[in-house]
């Protein structure tokens, strides 16, 4: 039968280390408190503890800078748990190359706490385990509830050389993403970024030995002969060069149509990335807009009004952080020297009520009832996919002659995959040649 495990409870909140007392002893463990990282230090010295819970804020060190002292020691670092009041990506991804197994945040939910010490407690004490391979989901603070498992994916993927796929909309930070993953590279390795588009460019870094991470933008747009050479290159023992890669539209219906290589699509994400929309980060919204204000009028104290705020929250985002960040640079040109910002500085689709049709979608509506109304006379039984083809027909007509005529132009100015644009102008009988 296993002994008990012994928990350090490094915390110097009296109330929450005796919570804590009892959570661990709930599980089976045998709390050890102390309030203050020079005592919690004399006890590791003394050997058999397995398991830590240590707060980042002690009144004599950073916890983080606590743990990073310890990897030097003798007595090897138990695994941890983290408990911040102030949690930020950046300890993240430190916590996590030091071992850390999670982050609590304060007020700390104990019924959170409570399974995961079980079931760290269980792999110390089961036979032939590793705490180090302990990994229960990681938790990271100071973000909306949808980007916790993005701050895990990041926290895993700075602390490793592994290939990664970051997919999101526009304007929801993947360049931002991947170079922050680049940055801590664990080789500290230089980064090149470079567009799918730029195919003779990317070949060149595939043939390169050295140390290094290529970043490739919008990696849906690369040619066949690009994505069979990455492919290969990915396969190669301990390859030097590690591949970040990002897209706008996810990859697997790309796969499925036939207009991505599979071989290549499951080789991109042994880490995958999914940013979400602004919309579903609308808690983030108050800080995302303080951060951009303070950017945009550097040392002056410039804030939202409460309804200017409502009316942001109250917004769909479709450009997401960079819309954001785009009206409020309009919001402060229009509040000129004022501190605070109202709603009648903001961008009018923002402050336009919902459900108001602007003067162009009205006149987009007026033209398309008189066709609609003939189609129908003429075709009774004329199908919806078939009334959708005739006005994509239309419209991509009117937008290659906006971009010269040119596929390619065209889908990169308007976002569009270039595979996926050229099946369909073949499907919709357009030549771009004699358009």
């Known amino acids: 039968m296993n002994s008990p495990v012994q928990v350090l409870i490094v915390e110097d909140d009296a109330p929450l280390a005796t919570a804590f007392s009892v959570v661990v002893r709930r599980v089976g463990g045998i709390p050890v408190p102390v309030h203050s990282a020079s005592r919690a230090a004399a006890i590791l010295d003394s050997g058999g503890i397995g398991l830590m819970i240590l707060d980042i804020g002690l009144p004599d060190r950073n916890g983080l800078d606590f743990l990073r002292e310890r990897s030097f020691s003798a007595h090897p670092v138990p695994p941890v748990l983290l408990v911040t009041a102030h949690g930020s990506l950046t300890n993240a991804i430190e916590a996590k190359r030091l071992g850390v197994l999670d982050f609590l945040e ?16 269980e792999a110390i004490t089961a036979p032939h385990s590793s705490p180090r391979f302990i990994s229960p989901p990681l938790s990271y603070i100071g973000a909306a509830d949808s980007m916790r498992p993005v701050f895990q994916g990041i926290a895993h993927a700075c602390s490793s050389r592994t290939t990664v796929l970051i997919e999101g909309g526009t304007g929801t930070g993947k360049t931002t993403t991947a170079h922050l993953i680049a940055r801590n590279d664990p080789l500290a390795a230089p980064a090149t970024t470079l567009s799918a588009t730029e195919d003779a460019r990317i070949r060149d870094f595939l043939g390169n030995a050295a140390p290094h991470v290529l970043i490739i933008e919008e990696v849906a747009s690369l040619s066949p002969d690009s994505q069979s050479a990455l ?18 539209h996810p990859l697997w219906p790309l796969v ?44 002056i104290a410039c804030h939202l009004k409460p309804e200017s705020l409502q009316a942001l929250e109250r917004h769909d985002w479709p450009g997401n952080l960079r819309e954001l960040h785009n009206a409020l640079a309009w919001a402060c040109f229009s509040s000129g020297p004022r501190l605070e910002i ?76 270039r595979s996926t644009l050229r099946k369909r102008l073949q499907d919709l009988g357009i030549d771009p040649r004699r358009s």
């Open 231 to 248: 492919s290969r290159i990915i396969d190669a023992t301990d390859p030097a060069l590690r591949i970040i890669s990002t897209s706008t």
């Open 342 to 417: 109202e709603v009648r500085d903001l961008p009018p689709e923002i402050t336009r009520p919902r459900g108001l049709s602007d003067p162009l979608h009205g006149s987009l509506t007026h033209a398309i009832r008189p066709w609609l109304d003939n189609r129908l006379r003429t075709e009774p039984a004329l199908d919806y996919r078939s009334l959708i083809d005739e006005l994509e027909r239309s419209l991509l007509l009117e937008l290659l002659l906006h971009h010269q005529n040119k596929p390619s132009r065209l889908a990169s100015v308007r976002g569009l995959n």
């Open 256 to 299: 499925r149509d036939g207009l991505f290589s599979p071989a290549l699509y499951y080789r991109l994400q042994p880490a995958r990335i999914l940013l979400p929309p602004l919309r579903d980060r609308v808690t983030d919204l108050p800080a995302f807009a303080s951060w951009f204000l303070g950017q945009l009028r550097p040392g």
């Open 106 to 121: 304060k007020p700390v939910d104990l019924a959170t706490l409570q399974p995961l010490l079980a079931a760290a407690l």
